[in-house]
């Protein structure tokens, strides 16, 4: 059964109605930018073609429910409710689509009065999750994608991928940039993405001279979510320092250049400098890699994933153990043209550009040597540059549900 009809004939399981909308998100890798959208700075990364489906009907109250499909489990909770569990970010971004948080916010998306945005939901799919491919915000806006439709509020997909992005940071918790949501919302097949975290302008750039693996890693390490936000502190904190010492106005580290940070390091406390030398390179190296992808320069490509990994891991310490090893391997394999650490580390995935003849060589000399390495056997996908956000209609039928 093909994802899209389990997550129908689930739906109907549940609520004993078709639904009448899907909604279709896809997970994301990103080629080079890591920890540089909350900096206001440019990141290149690229939808994926595995997804979180949502099927929806809509409701006239203020409810959600919402049945997971993966864990046969169903929530019930009202628009605006405070929630620390998965459904967090389905409830969260109801909530702020519906303008319960942020009257400012609510205005800038255009949102009506209305007498409520319930809806009846079943989320399926399959984005790996907890492996750095932004499973959360696949969910964020596969559901922004069904409450928009089955509630004709007409939002575009930018002004969805924003809401997505303050549902996690206010509603969630999670102080991210705005990369996960609108690389899933505003994906292109067969591009990666060059979008500007501060100007919010995107450029799709052609991408097929590679092969993509995303080695899953299979483990977690506690510090992901305090870590990252322990990132985000300290990145503030080096702006503001660097606003002092450099005599200029520095909104983030995006207005401080590599050597602006080596003038100043010593007057920085560790690790500011460290964080601060790792956002302001690689943020050179997002604008060099989006040069080479179109030129067509892969081997280019490549050593600048190297060169991200080894910044990620010394300059900004949000690597470990096990995602270096996965690194390591493949810098020792033929035919690999780089790879780097993705998400927000501790745990998770890498991706890595690969000859295409050679993924299922390199895939069993990366499973046997990971294994080697750590005792862990790791989980191999291979990725193609897909869509982002899509939404079908549906026309129910007593069999089947069809698109319009």
């Given at each position: 059964?093909?994802?899209?009809?389990?997550?129908v004939?689930t739906f109907r399981r549940?609520f004993?109605?078709?639904?009448?909308?899907?909604?279709r998100?896809?997970?994301?890798?990103?080629?080079?930018g890591?920890?540089?959208?909350?900096?206001?700075?440019?990141v290149?990364?690229a939808?994926?073609?595995?997804?979180?489906?949502?099927?929806?009907?809509p409701r006239?109250d203020d409810?959600?429910?919402?049945h997971?499909?993966?864990?046969?489990?169903?929530?019930?909770?009202?628009v605006g409710?405070?929630r620390d569990?998965?459904?967090a970010?389905?409830v969260?971004?109801?909530t702020?689509?519906?303008?319960?948080?942020?009257a400012?916010?609510?205005?800038?998306?255009?949102a009506d009065?209305s007498?409520?945005?319930g809806a009846?939901?079943v989320?399926g799919?399959?984005?790996?999750v907890?492996?750095?491919?932004?499973?959360?915000a696949?969910?964020?806006?596969?559901?922004a994608?069904?409450l928009?439709a089955?509630?004709?509020?007409?939002?575009?997909?930018e002004e969805?991928a924003?809401?997505?992005w303050?549902a996690e940071?206010?509603e969630?918790g999670m102080?991210?940039?705005?990369m996960?949501?609108?690389?899933?919302?505003?994906g292109?097949?067969?591009h990666?993405?060059?979008?500007?975290c501060r100007?919010?302008d995107?450029r799709?750039i052609?991408f097929?001279d590679?092969?993509?693996l995303?080695?899953?890693t299979?483990?977690?390490?506690?510090?992901?979510?305090?870590?990252f936000n322990d990132?985000?502190r300290?990145c503030h904190?080096a702006?503001?320092?660097l606003?002092?010492?450099l005599g200029?106005?520095v909104?983030?580290?995006?207005?401080?250049t590599?050597?602006d940070?080596?003038?100043?390091?010593?007057?920085?406390?560790e690790?500011?400098?460290?964080?601060?030398?790792?956002?302001?390179?690689?943020?050179?190296?997002?604008?060099t890699?989006?040069?080479?992808?179109?030129?067509?320069?892969?081997?280019?490509?490549?050593?600048?994933?190297?060169?991200s990994?080894r910044?990620?891991?010394?300059?900004y310490?949000?690597?470990?153990?096990?995602?270096?090893?996965?690194?390591?391997?493949?810098?020792?394999t033929?035919?690999?043209?780089?790879?780097?650490?993705?998400?927000?580390?501790?745990?998770?995935?890498?991706?890595?550009?690969?000859?295409p003849?050679?993924?299922?060589?390199?895939?069993?000399?990366?499973?046997?040597?990971?294994?080697?390495?750590?005792g862990?056997d790791?989980?191999i996908?291979?990725a193609?540059?897909?869509?982002?956000?899509v939404v079908?209609r549906l026309?129910?039928t007593?069999?089947d549900a069809t698109?319009?």
């Amino acid at each position: 059964m093909d994802t899209t009809h389990g997550v129908v004939e689930t739906f109907r399981r549940e609520f004993a109605e078709s639904p009448t909308v899907l909604s279709r998100a896809p997970g994301r890798v990103n080629l080079v930018g890591g920890h540089v959208d909350y900096n206001d700075g440019i990141v290149l990364p690229a939808a994926i073609n595995r997804a979180t489906v949502v099927a929806a009907r809509p409701r006239t109250d203020d409810t959600i429910r919402v049945h997971s499909a993966r864990m046969d489990e169903t929530v019930t909770a009202r628009v605006g409710d405070p929630r620390d569990d998965w459904a967090a970010y389905v409830v969260g971004t109801a909530t702020v689509l519906d303008g319960d948080v942020g009257a400012d916010d609510s205005d800038v998306l255009g949102a009506d009065e209305s007498d409520g945005i319930g809806a009846d939901l079943v989320v399926g799919g399959d984005v790996i999750v907890g492996a750095g491919v932004s499973s959360s915000a696949s969910l964020e806006v596969a559901v922004a994608g069904a409450l928009n439709a089955v509630h004709d509020l007409g939002r575009s997909r930018e002004e969805l991928a924003d809401a997505c992005w303050r549902a996690e940071n206010e509603e969630v918790g999670m102080a991210c940039g705005i990369m996960d949501q609108f690389a899933s919302a505003l994906g292109e097949a067969g591009h990666a993405l060059r979008l500007d975290c501060r100007s919010r302008d995107v450029r799709a750039i052609p991408f097929d001279d590679a092969a993509v693996l995303v080695i899953d890693t299979t483990v977690s390490h506690e510090l992901t979510e305090s870590g990252f936000n322990d990132r985000v502190r300290e990145c503030h904190e080096a702006t503001a320092r660097l606003d002092e010492l450099l005599g200029k106005r520095v909104r983030s580290l995006r207005d401080v250049t590599p050597a602006d940070v080596s003038a100043h390091a010593d007057a920085l406390d560790e690790p500011l400098a460290k964080r601060a030398r790792h956002v302001t390179t690689e943020i050179r190296r997002v604008r060099t890699a989006a040069d080479a992808l179109a030129d067509g320069d892969t081997d280019r490509v490549g050593t600048l994933l190297r060169e991200s990994h080894r910044s990620l891991r010394e300059d900004y310490e949000v690597s470990c153990r096990e995602l270096n090893a996965v690194v390591d391997v493949l810098d020792d394999t033929d035919d690999v043209f780089g790879a780097r650490m993705v998400g927000g580390g501790w745990g998770g995935s890498v991706i890595a550009l690969v000859e295409p003849a050679a993924t299922d060589r390199v895939a069993e000399t990366v499973r046997a040597g990971y294994r080697d390495h750590t005792g862990i056997d790791c989980e191999i996908h291979a990725a193609a540059f897909g869509d982002g956000l899509v939404v079908d209609r549906l026309a129910s039928t007593t069999d089947d549900a069809t698109v319009d």
